[in-house]
């Protein structure tokens, strides 16, 4: 069983940084690749950040590129600099039953409820 639950999201400022943290209620994610999605309103859903099983291949999208990083142990983690207004959405952790990641939304089968980050200028 599969269940991711985000937590770190919340109000910053321009400039700020913050920590998003995914968990697979206490257990590792094991073989599963896992990825950070966001939504913001009226848009659609884009990846952020992704990483393969094994940790050694990662994925960052272009509009986070150089901001963020993504690491992965018994907690997935994001770390985001330079938050920027363009940054607020809500956040989605993913895992997908595939060893690899991928930019699709369509190959992560396990999804968490979201946690909203909201950058103010």
């Known amino acids: 069983q599969v269940q991711p639950v985000e937590s770190g999201g919340g109000l910053v400022r321009a400039g700020d940084s913050l920590k998003l943290s995914c968990t697979n209620s206490?257990?590792?994610?094991?073989?599963?690749?896992v990825a950070w999605f966001r939504q913001a309103p009226g848009k659609e859903r884009e990846i952020v950040a992704a990483v393969s099983a094994n940790g050694t291949s990662t994925y960052y999208g272009d509009s986070v590129k150089g901001r963020c990083t993504v690491s992965r142990g018994t907690i997935f983690s994001l770390q985001m600099n330079s938050l920027q207004p363009k940054d607020t959405a809500v956040y989605y952790c993913?895992?997908?039953?595939?060893?690899?990641?991928?930019?699709?939304?369509?190959?992560?089968?396990?999804w968490g409820q979201g946690t909203q980050v909201t950058v103010s200028s």
């Open positions: 993913a895992a997908s039953p595939w060893t690899m990641w991928s930019r699709e939304a369509k190959m992560y089968y396990y």
């Open positions: 206490g257990r590792t994610f094991g073989y599963y690749a």
